[in-house]
């Protein structure tokens, strides 16, 4: 979900103040409102009310849910499509309360009782009869309280990384955990085949609505539901096809023709052959001050915040990995009806953004580029991801995801506030140890400021990489507020702790005096430290290491006497023996090089070394001589 779609959905109060809100809109929200308008007029005129399905009859899987339901099979295991949220609630907490409100929000959404099975070749779904839910209560209230933290931490994962059965069972599963008398962890788990990150705000506020109905003793406030879950993926299997889809499908055939079939960021580590999913999150928070200035930057471009700081992701991606195509993909809620608004199930949608960086255009030159992208895939939206990947047929591999390999999510919009009565409510953070794409930055924009988190695979990066990336995200920012004619190449990206490391740190070129490089100057060195040990041991004779330094020293002063400097070759046919070592020694303190004779080569073989070589100096033994 990203701010364009959610600026659709934002509650306007009146007449007069719609016309004002509308005459304050960007030049790109004004496109995407009218854009809006004709797509909503055009259904209308079309007859496309959802209609409720004959119940006597098989209901298939929408298109999502096909594919996810395909991707389950391979992995069953697997918690990568667990959705899980933990609420700590402070108060006094009334048991019953919850458990009928629980029971009230899976009795009212079918999605919640629906297994997946398979007919006649086919999955399909079966909405199972009204079941009751289980909520266990875990006791923590004796641990001390040092020890709560990491137990809460641990049940809140152990919890996310449950396995749904999709054959059997409820889509919906709760636990409670007890801290202490007036303070409760609520966790609440559904698998993204039943539900995605719309239908769990809508699955929060619904039991808080119901919770406050049953502890004042009222009926639920709830409205009935128009249709329900099945009914719309029935509606979808019959509405998208002829025209409409052909066109629709024609515009992305288009638009990502001859599209690279992965984006290539130097990652840590090599890409596995099967994608494992495994992944960590790394919260991150951007100032106020920075929200401000990037939306005034937003305004003064005619685009959307969500446009601005996805052409900065882009622009981060494009110098990571060199690409001058970067595909990136975006969830949009595909909630497009009105009687979808309410309905918890699997609507998202994921849209292909690809963007042209040819020729080093400048930052401001990449905003239009990116609002003209994001235009385009907006009006051609209905297409589901499944059906263009079945249409596009990328190259199977298993390594990735196909068409983009990378996420970029915003949100914006105004959020009813949830409330139980009588209790204080606070999320918890949820890190069920896993990631769907290489990177997927999702944004959240409250009260002026901008959070969220990168979340990325374990596979390919590691914890520092990918906190300097965020940092350099950051920068980026920063600089494109302040200079959006730059061009990408030119815009700073290091942050000024890397820019110390790399202008002080590492370029300092004081050392200090190093040990010498010289063998000879190394062993004389191991003469000062321990001048009477034992140096070396030949056949029962043995030397000093004082011993051997006065013997090769002699040696180098006669050397020097009789000519011996730098560059002069000194033959050296010896036995192996402390001769050898000292006369080693001695041509080396003496400047010169020695050139090894191996006494027993052939007379001549020798003869020609020491003519080749020139040699005008040869250490030998008596016996040898």
Same mark, same amino acid.
């Given at each position: 979900m990203n701010d364009d779609n959610d600026m659709m959905r934002a509650d306007l109060p009146n007449r007069d103040s719609l016309s004002d809100r509308i005459a304050n809109l960007s030049p790109a929200k004004? !496109?995407?409102?009218?854009?809006?308008?004709?797509? @909503?007029?055009?259904?209308?005129?079309a007859g496309t009310s959802i209609p409720r399905r004959d119940p006597g009859r098989p209901c298939p899987l929408s298109f999502s849910q096909q594919r996810l339901w395909f991707l389950q099979q391979f992995d069953p295991?697997?918690?990568?499509?667990?959705?899980?949220?933990?609420?700590?609630?402070?108060?006094?907490?009334?048991?019953?309360? @919850?458990?009928?409100?629980? *029971?009230?929000?899976?009795?009212r959404h079918e999605i919640l009782r629906t297994t997946i099975r398979e007919?006649?070749? &086919?999955?399909?779904?079966?909405?199972?009869? *009204?079941?009751?839910? &289980? @909520? +266990?209560?875990? %006791?923590?209230?004796e641990k001390r309280e040092s020890e709560r933290p990491e137990v809460i931490r641990s049940f809140i994962e152990s919890q996310a990384q449950k396995r749904f059965d999709l054959d059997s069972g409820l889509m919906l599963r709760a636990a409670l955990l007890r801290v202490d008398k007036d303070e409760h962890v609520l966790v609440l788990a559904t698998h993204h085949i039943a539900s995605d990150g719309w239908s769990s705000s809508l699955l929060l506020r619904e039991i808080a609505a119901i919770y406050g109905a049953v502890c004042e003793g009222r009926p639920s406030p709830l409205p009935e539901l128009p249709v329900q879950y099945a009914d719309f993926a029935a509606w979808q299997r019959s509405a998208l096809h002829g025209e409409t889809l052909t066109a629709q499908l024609s515009y992305w055939e288009q638009q990502l023709q001859k599209m690279p079939e992965v984006l290539s960021l130097p990652a %840590?580590? /090599?890409?596995? &052959?099967?994608?494992?999913?495994?992944?960590?999150?790394e919260p991150l928070r951007l100032h106020p001050e920075l929200t401000a200035e990037l939306r005034k930057l937003s305004q003064r471009e005619g685009v959307t915040l969500f446009m601005t700081l996805l052409a900065a992701f882009k622009t981060l991606l494009f110098r990571y990995s060199g690409q001058e195509d970067v595909v990136v993909g975006i969830p949009v809620a595909n909630r497009t009806k009105p009687e979808l608004e309410n309905l918890i =199930?699997?609507?998202?949608? *994921?849209?292909?953004?690809?963007? $042209?960086?040819?020729?080093? +255009?400048?930052?401001?030159?990449?905003?239009?580029?990116?609002?003209?992208?994001?235009?385009?895939?907006? !009006?051609?939206?209905d297409v589901p991801f499944e059906k263009l990947v079945e249409r596009l047929k990328p190259e199977r591999n298993l390594s990735h995801t196909p068409l983009f390999q990378v996420m970029f999510g915003f949100q914006n919009?105004?959020?009813?506030?949830?409330?139980? /009565? =009588?209790?204080?409510?606070? /999320?918890?953070?949820? %890190?069920?140890?896993?990631a769907k794409f290489d990177l997927f930055l999702s944004l959240v924009e409250e009260a002026g400021s901008i959070r969220g988190a990168l979340e990325y695979n374990t596979d390919l990066f590691e914890h520092e990489t990918v906190t300097r990336m965020i940092g350099h995200y950051f920068r980026l920012l920063e600089a494109v507020c302040d200079h959006p004619e730059s061009r990408l190449s030119k815009l700073p990206l290091l942050t000024e702790l890397e820019k110390h490391q790399l202008l002080s740190?590492? $370029?300092?070129?004081?050392?200090?005096?190093?040990?010498p490089s010289c063998i000879h100057r190394m062993f004389e060195l191991q003469v000062e430290n321990s001048p009477d040990a034992t140096a070396l041991i030949v056949e029962g004779q043995q030397l000093s290491y004082r011993e051997l330094n006065a013997r090769a020293n002699q040696l180098a002063h006669y050397l020097c006497n009789i000519g011996v400097t730098s560059e002069v070759l000194v033959g050296i046919s010896m036995e192996r023996s402390i001769d050898? @070592?000292? !006369?080693?020694?001695?041509?080396?303190?003496?400047?010169?090089?020695?050139?090894?004779? %191996?006494?027993?080569? /052939?007379p001549d073989r020798l003869l020609y070394m020491v003519q080749d070589a020139e040699i005008a100096v040869l250490l030998t033994q008596h016996k040898l001589r």
């Open positions: 004004r !496109a995407l409102l009218e854009l809006r308008r004709k797509q @909503l007029e055009a259904r209308a005129a295991d697997s918690p990568v499509y667990n959705i899980t949220h933990a609420i700590r609630l402070k108060g006094e907490l009334n048991f019953e309360a @919850l458990c009928e409100a629980l *029971n009230a929000v899976v009795v007919h006649e070749g &086919s999955a399909i779904q079966v909405v199972g009869a *009204n079941a009751p839910v &289980s @909520l +266990p209560v875990f %006791d923590l209230s %840590d580590h /090599p890409r596995p &052959s099967i994608q494992s999913f495994r992944g960590a999150r =199930g699997f609507f998202v949608n *994921n849209l292909v953004l690809r963007t $042209n960086l040819t020729r080093d +255009p400048t930052f401001r030159e990449l905003i239009g580029r990116v609002r003209e992208v994001a235009l385009g895939a907006y !009006a051609h939206q919009a105004r959020r009813e506030s949830v409330e139980f /009565p =009588g209790l204080s409510m606070s /999320p918890l953070q949820v %890190d069920n140890g896993t740190e590492w $370029n300092r070129t004081q050392t200090p005096e190093s040990r050898m @070592l000292i !006369a080693v020694l001695g041509v080396l303190k003496a400047g010169g090089a020695y050139v090894p004779l %191996d006494p027993t080569y /052939p």
